[in-house]
């Protein structure tokens, strides 16, 4: 098969300001740029410029380009930067034609607001677009919910989606709830990409026994409850274990474990780290802790899988679809009870899990080659509009 040209506009991506901004959409890119070319833009707002800067980086088949625009403040401020949004963008995606030619087919990545530029793109150019939908707001439990948007952001949605070639979901969850509030769609489910290239098994363990959570810390991941069942879990039972926590660096959790009394010896908080070092805590450790009372796909517990480690993670959202019995305990979210049983019972049965089998059986879910095939059967069904 020839390689094809394919045009993705994403509305988050990885930026100077924030490189965690849509980090798992930069890795769908490069797993799809293995075997096409892959050109991204993305616009980023910045307070610190006066007009737009722009960054080009390419490797291999992938080429992002990023721009930075003025952001407005202010009601006539917040206006004219929509008004420079659509410009710039527009003007960007015509730039992309006149010298590439026109794409295969536009991928969007959060529909919201990018794929209004598709919409465009279809109308002006007669090329087909597709969504994936990465955003986990279709649901009456996060703050900032579906409901909480305008009815003329839910109708576009719901028109972008539906004048869309194919709906991609990284979670079947997302997919239904997608259909149940929005628009009836049928759709595709494609993982969260993992680079097996850092997460995989490795067998060098932490010389204690070591429970780690990854995640931005947020309410919604419920690390109280974390530690309140680590604290349970230690007076209980005695055991020269540790609990490491690996995201922002909230003090409020800190003082809450010394508030719970958590002996120092038994706790680490790493605060943010790097992409590579996230892997090599996973590698050391024995268990991944994921207590969320919401969840679209998680890509922390792809990445522990992959590296041969255990998963308690909470019934919620697209979770049960990501793990089996052989490679997890799920429990239900903000049941302490629970979650303390959970860490009894992988603690105690530790050793029958198989590390090196759940590596291998999570790369052929998640690794790059393998969503760049999915990804690359997908556009090979897309054909222009007549």
Known sequence: MSRKNILWLASWYPNRYDKFNGDFIQRHAQAASIDNDIYVIHLQDAID???????????????EKIIYYKKGSGILGKL???IRFFTIYKNAINEYVQKHGLPHCVHVHVPWKAGLLALWV???????????????????????????KPLYVRKLLAHIIN?????????????????????????????NVVNTNYFKFSGQKYKRFTFLHVSNMVELKNVNGILQAFKIFLDE????????????????YEKKAIELGIPSRNLNFK??????????EMQQSHCLILNSNIENSPCVIGEGLCCGLPVIATRVGG???LVNEVNSILIEPQNIDNLVFAMKELYNNYLSFDGRSMSENAKQMFSCEIISKKLNDIYWQIEKVN
Request: hydrophobic share 35%; net charge negative; with cysteine.
């Open 49 to 63: 410029i006066s007009g737009t800067d722009e960054e080009v980086n390419t490797q291999g088949g992938l080429t």
């Open 80 to 82: 004219v930067k929509q």
């Open 122 to 148: 279809k109308r002006k150019y007669r090329v087909p677009y597709l969504v994936t939908e990465h955003w986990g707001i279709y649901n009456d439990i996060v703050e900032d919910n579906i409901f909480t």
């Open 163 to 191: 004048e869309s070639e194919r709906l991609i979901t990284v979670s079947a969850f997302i997919g239904k709830c997608i259909n149940n509030l929005i628009a009836s769609k049928e759709f595709i489910f494609v993982p």
């Open 237 to 252: 039972k005695n055991p020269n274990v540790q609990l490491v926590l690996i995201g922002n660096q909230n003090y409020f």
């Open 271 to 280: 605060g943010e780290v790097l992409y590579d070092e996230v892997a090599k």
């Open 319 to 321: 979770i049960p679809e």
